[in-house]
């Protein structure tokens, strides 16, 4: 028993250490991850009207869990969930009977480039697809092998994943390739998968945004080199991240790539053994995780060329512009062969010299994770040091829901760093913070670089306000001045609005002459409900079917294999 709780303490340890500055009261506050105190449901996060459904069924599902959980609660709860289930699955998943290599699977999944970077760009949400993989894995290695319990642990494993359009299109080709072809087990999970796509795959289908992308963001967000090995070792060693500023400074140092060298090449000598004790699925898993990496470099040096014209005419290519968010099955992988190399590695130092040799190396192993990459400690070395919001938006929250009508942000930008925020580059908060449709850029600003975005409506509003039209002209009915950012409106773009708020950080102008909003159409409406409340269902009945077995099912399920057999589970040929 004693045993079986170290994975535990030790995600717990992890998770405790990489998220410490959110024992502060407040939001942490970066780039893509927005929390607000309330955020309310609206049907444009359910089905957007024109702009790409990248945010869900994510926002739709953080509104509901709002109105149980206040946001700073629900933000803590979300970033734990990411960490603590990445080490957990990881230490779970790696086919061994010992815990010390348990630890070191669990440090090499969750202490990486990757999880930092993403962390710091505050995409949580693609993190829990990396921590429902381990998960996600297991249970279709479960499924194969027909252990009870295995596709509705499946199931939900994927649902975590299937939160936002990239890690439900990941969880899609993690079921297609580990599950044979022709089984019926197969069919059902890929149409179980499939309809936990089915919110977003909806929204895409009744949105008027186009289905192409800018070929220019290619370029912008393919992978980048973080040091003197260049961008395919960033890549090797999980990270490569396209944005500079979320990279953490110790990836720059000369030493990183050397010693990645060493953590890949332990990995090698245990996927040789992952081989043996998973002698039906770690082919399976190599194809997933080649896949992934090789969509990651897709757009870097000769195949760059190939992915923009991809981008610029087949529908929904956009999400392969940042290619290194594929690297999550690649991850899993190199942490289980790390874990099990260092595993070997340790047998034959104790068997040749002193068997206290061995484990000093596990010691080593389970510490490489953390020399290599020190500043994820304490949230990016303070990275997430939360924030609080601004009187300004509790005041004006309850203006616009007195009024409703749509809101249209100014500073026309997506990203923006505020003196309240230190100096943090965020997402505007407004389309999350108040009750009412915000119309804002969905053109990224990367650099000296504009990459276009989707929505017809947006881009004619940006030309409208660059030229200094009134924004009465839009039909808006509020305008709201994000203020301290050094860009002020025109005199013209505020023409015919009333002053209807002026705090310290924000501004909110009124126009009297605009027409109550009109609700979304029932052809958006309905098929986007009806997406939502299959995947729902789906969930809730998986869950029901788990909390009816005798057993945790997440962790070992009966099976009927021979007494014989090696103290993990096994992955059957057939």
Do not use: C
């Amino acid at each position: 028993m004693r045993a079986r709780l170290v994975p535990h303490a030790v995600a717990a340890a992890v998770t405790a250490v990489v998220l410490a500055p959110l024992a502060l009261p407040g939001y942490a506050l970066r780039y893509d991850m927005v929390f607000v105190p309330r955020q309310p449901l609206s049907w444009e996060m359910i089905a957007p009207a024109d702009s790409l459904p990248r945010a869900v069924p994510l926002d739709a599902l953080v509104s509901l869990a709002n109105l149980a959980v206040p946001g700073w609660l629900l933000q803590r709860i979300a970033l734990i969930a990411v960490v603590y289930l990445s080490a957990l699955g990881a230490a779970r998943l790696v086919p061994t009977g010992r815990t010390a290599t348990r630890v070191v699977a669990a440090l090499a999944f969750a202490w990486t480039p990757f999880l930092a970077e993403r962390l710091l760009l505050g995409q949580w949400a693609l993190l829990l697809a990396y921590a429902a993989m381990p998960w996600l894995v297991g249970a279709a290695r479960d499924l194969r092998a027909g252990r009870p319990g295995a596709l509705p642990r499946l199931t939900l494993a994927a649902a975590l994943a299937a939160v936002t359009p990239t890690g439900g299109l990941m969880a899609l080709a993690a079921v297609a390739v580990l599950l044979p072809l022709r089984s019926r087990a197969t069919a059902a999970a890929l149409a179980i998968v499939a309809a936990l796509n089915a919110p977003w795959l909806m929204a895409v289908a009744t949105s008027a945004a186009g289905g192409g992308s800018d070929p220019e963001g290619v370029a912008q967000f393919s992978a980048r080199a973080e040091n003197w090995a260049g961008t395919w070792a960033a890549l090797a060693g999980t990270g490569g991240i396209w944005n500079a500023q979320t990279v953490p400074s110790s990836r720059s140092s000369p030493l990183v790539p050397l010693v990645t060298l060493v953590l890949l090449a332990v990995a090698v000598v245990g996927l040789r053994d992952l081989r043996r004790r998973w002698p039906g699925g770690a082919d399976r898993l190599f194809v997933l995780a080649g896949g992934g990496f090789l969509l990651a470099v897709a757009g870097t040096g000769p195949f760059a060329p190939g992915l923009e014209w991809l981008v610029g005419h087949v529908p929904g290519a956009g999400l392969l512009r940042d290619g290194q968010k594929f690297l999550i099955p690649y991850a899993l992988t190199v942490a289980l062969g790390f874990a099990l190399g260092a595993e070997l590695l340790a047998d034959k130092l104790a068997r040749r010299f002193e068997p206290a040799l061995g484990g000093v190396l596990l010691t080593g192993a389970v510490l490489l994770p953390i020399v290599l990459l020190p500043d994820l400690a304490f949230g990016g070395a303070g990275a997430l040091r939360p924030v609080r919001y601004p009187a300004d938006w509790n005041a004006v929250a309850k203006l616009v829901a007195a009024a409703p009508g749509e809101v249209l942000s100014w500073p026309f930008e997506g990203y923006q760093s505020y003196p309240w925020t230190r100096g943090v580059v965020v997402r505007d908060p407004a389309p999350r913070y108040l009750d009412a449709p915000v119309l804002m850029n969905d053109a990224l600003r990367v650099g000296a670089v504009t990459v276009d975005g989707e929505s017809p409506r947006a881009a004619r509003a940006a030309e409208h306000l660059a030229a200094g039209r009134p924004a009465a002209a839009l039909g808006v009915r509020w305008v709201l001045v994000r203020r301290g950012t050094q860009d002020e409106p025109p005199a013209g773009v505020l023409a015919g609005l009333r002053l209807a708020y002026d705090g310290p950080y924000l501004r909110l102008w009124e126009n009297p002459s605009a027409a109550a909003a009109e609700p979304a159409p029932a052809t958006r409406r309905v098929p986007a409900l009806v997406a939502h409340l299959l995947a729902i269902t789906i969930v809730i009945f998986a869950s029901l079917f788990l909390l009816r077995t005798r057993r945790n099912p997440w962790y070992r399920p009966r099976t009927h294999e021979s007494e014989e057999k090696p103290p993990w589970s096994v992955w059957p040929r057939s």
